[in-house]
């Protein structure tokens, strides 16, 4: 801006070479209401902006959240005879994207491969996160289907976009097809996947999941994996598998949560596995982590079919010995030493 306030002082008239330049400052700035001035003056000086002109100048307005202004600058280049490029309607599905316009956002993408441009990875980020707010991801699936060549990214937004719609199936497709192709997955596609995983209740397809982060791609698990995982255990019963991934996570570095402790409780619980709902609660309390009525309930449930697990087992020995008769007062005093566990919030 300095080197223009500097030609204008020295009477030299910018040209349209040097208001795209400034265009393309003013988007990399976020400057979106400096491009619209530049845009305005640039067309009333004569210059005639053309289409690099009018990208910019609604870059910076998608840029800098201004979604109408963008799509009408990039309106007014198709009315003044410039055909939009594949850097035009990126910008204008990016724009209707954060608007929350998913139906134009598709629209665009889709008008693209009529004209004959060929989307991209952008193209196929912006449409499917566009779509996973709702109940569009079919459209965005159907679309996507004719793309090649996407990224990390854009499979990242569609497999995000399965998930917050509730179709693990077509997640795991995704994930699936990832593979086939070779594109290596980050950290945001394995949590997504393996969320997908845990929506279906597929725990083994999850934790191949974090294996294959582990060890083909290299990723370090974190705690949202993990707690992923755990949860997908917990939703199946699978009590063994959620405390060898607590024990694990631990392994990692990673210390247990809130989240990861209190699934794979209530997986115990689920699974009957009353001692080891116990020694998470103890493991909970002595970390100090949050402890609810849920959990003390089932701790309380735990502590309680464990005392009448060793009654119903002592009862059984004591008629084997033949010592029925002594029966009822030792286990009068049995359930006394055994009351059900007091948990304190």
């Not at 491009?35 to 004569?46: F, I, T, V």
């Not at 100048?57 to 198709?78: D, H, M, Q, T």
């Not at 609660?281 to 060793?310: H, T, Y």
Request: overall charge positive; proline content about 3%.
């Amino acid at each position: 801006m300095s080197l223009i306030k500097q030609m204008r002082s020295d009477r030299v008239a910018p040209d349209l070479t040097t208001c795209n330049a400034v265009l393309s400052a003013c988007e990399k700035g976020f400057c979106w209401d400096k491009a619209l001035q530049w845009l305005s003056w640039a067309a009333h000086s004569g210059l005639q902006p053309d289409l690099v002109s009018h990208n910019a100048a609604a870059s910076a307005c998608e840029k800098g959240l201004c979604w109408v202004e963008s799509l009408l600058i990039l309106r007014r280049a198709r009315r003044s005879g410039l055909r939009p490029n594949a850097i035009s309607y990126n910008v204008a599905i990016s724009a209707c994207e954060k608007a929350g316009l998913w139906e134009a956002s598709l629209a665009a993408a889709e008008t693209m491969r009529h004209v004959g441009l060929q989307p991209d990875a952008f193209t196929a980020t912006s449409a499917a996160t566009a779509c996973s707010g709702g109940a569009a991801w079919t459209l965005a699936l159907e679309l996507l289907r004719n793309l090649r060549g996407l990224g990390v990214v854009a499979c990242s937004a569609l497999l995000s976009c399965c998930v917050k719609a509730r179709q693990w199936e077509q997640g795991l497709a995704v994930l699936g097809k990832m593979r086939q192709v070779h594109v290596e997955p980050n950290a945001i596609t394995m949590n997504a996947g393996i969320s997908a995983c845990e929506s279906g209740l597929k725990w083994a397809e999850a934790l191949e999941s974090l294996w294959q982060a582990q060890h083909r791609s290299q990723l370090e698990p974190d705690g949202i994996t993990c707690n992923a995982c755990i949860s997908a255990c917990e939703k199946s019963s699978c009590w063994r598998q959620a405390v060898a991934l607590l024990a694990k996570r631990m392994g990692w570095g990673l210390a247990p949560d809130a989240i990861s402790c209190s699934a794979t409780l209530f997986a115990c619980e689920r699974g009957g596995s009353w001692l080891q709902v116990l020694k998470l609660l103890a493991e909970m309390q002595s970390r100090q982590l949050p402890l609810d009525v849920i959990m003390c309930k089932a701790a309380i449930d735990a502590s309680s079919k464990a005392a009448q697990l060793r009654l119903a087992r002592l009862e059984e020995l004591m008629a084997s010995v033949g010592l029925a008769e002594l029966r009822s007062g030792i286990l009068q005093q049995t359930l006394r030493e055994n009351q059900p566990l007091q948990c304190s919030m």
